[in-house]
């Protein structure tokens, strides 16, 4: 599975966004060019990256485990007797 990011950015700050979405994972697929490069107003470009996502994060225990009769001896230790 992957999540999808598109950004529409200045052609000057190219570098310090592909830095950025690098930082968070994710792999730069696309650079499509808008407009023309003649007009008076800076060049913007369209990016489109990708980052892969696992499909079942791991599950970590929370908290202790429960205790049961069975195990009772087990945690706290053999009571005297």
Known sequence: ?????INQI???LMEQVL????RQGFEVQNIIPIGSANS????????AGKKHLDRQPALKPI???A????DID???GKSPG
């Open 67 to 70: 205790v049961t009769d069975q």
């Open 40 to 47: 008076n107003s800076e060049q913007e470009v369209i990016l």
């Open 10 to 12: 200045r052609l000057s």
């Open 63 to 65: 908290g202790a485990p």
């Open 1 to 5: 599975m992957f999540e999808w990011r």
């Open 19 to 22: 830095n950025h979405m690098e």
């Open 74 to 76: 087990t945690i706290y």
